[in-house]
């Protein structure tokens, strides 16, 4: 079974499309498909569909959806002539308590991510950035929208698609940080124009922008992002810039336009800015 989570819900059983097109067991699917080879309690799906005050027919209602699944799946797995080997019930079990669906082999794109991204942060801790940034962009090119796109989420969809998101940005993130590192700043700067108008009060997203800004000869630029950011902090938050990012703010306020900050930390940033150990390339 392949189960694709990252952009728009696609569940095959050998290749063919096992998804349905009701929104109700697209939920379904979408939880079981999350929680893959791990039991998912009735209580779980029920509160995912209807919430902590759920309706009298809820569990028929579940039962139905559960059906409309393995008939697609019997259906798929007729297609491929393995269904004298297994049968829907197989590979959308009824255990005590809940509903198991089973994926022997196959693929799954958020395995993938993180097996990719993981050696990313691997090759960033062992400070191979060329590896770094390959390993990273792949990751992230397993993304085609945000996860469960498609998918009205409950209150036990919702926590996990925010997991997910927040692992992309982190990818994402770090991926910025290798490129930086490998001088890549201009090619940067669109990209990260619109990730800090998109996250306008992430901290790090602006300290990269504010460096490859900054490191490309447009000083002033930098300053004014961080002007941005820090009024939007204190606006919606009622908070003030972290100290790193101050201090990176500072750095460039008192460097030369000619100077550019060598990659790191904010922190580090902060300190070669000031001491101009790098010029702008």
Request: neutral net charge.
């Amino acid at each position: 079974m392949d189960i694709d989570v990252l952009g728009t819900l696609a569940v095959r059983e050998h290749g063919v499309s096992v998804t349905p097109s009701a929104p109700k067991p697209r939920q379904v699917l979408a939880l079981l498909a999350l929680n893959v080879n791990q039991v998912v309690p009735v209580s779980v799906l029920t509160e995912e569909l209807w919430g902590v005050q759920p309706p009298r027919s809820a569990r028929p209602t579940l039962q139905t959806y559960v059906l409309q699944l393995r008939e697609l799946i019997g259906a798929a797995l007729a297609c491929s002539g393995d269904s004298e080997q297994r049968s829907a019930k197989d590979v959308l079990m009824t255990v005590p308590g809940g509903y198991l669906l089973r994926s022997v082999e196959g693929t799954s794109d958020v395995k993938e991510f993180e097996r990719l991204a993981g050696a990313g942060y691997r090759a960033m801790d062992g400070e191979d950035y060329p590896e770094a940034a390959r390993r990273l962009r792949d990751a992230l090119a397993l993304w085609t929208g945000s996860a469960l796109a498609d998918i009205q989420a409950g209150v036990h969809l919702e926590p996990q698609i925010k997991r997910l998101e927040e692992s992309r940005l982190c990818a994402l993130d770090q991926r910025i940080e290798a490129d930086l590192r490998l001088g890549r700043h201009r090619g940067l700067l669109a990209e990260l124009t619109v990730l800090v108008s998109r996250y306008p009060t992430h901290e790090n997203l602006c300290g990269q922008y504010m460096l490859a800004l900054h490191r490309s000869g447009r000083r002033g630029e930098a300053l004014s992002a961080y002007q941005r950011l820090r009024t939007t902090l204190v606006r919606t938050l009622g908070l003030e810039p972290s100290a790193p990012l101050v201090k990176l703010q500072r750095a460039i306020l008192v460097s030369g336009p000619e100077t550019a900050a060598a990659p790191g930390t904010l922190a580090e940033r902060a300190g070669t800015v000031a001491a101009g150990l790098t010029r702008a390339g």
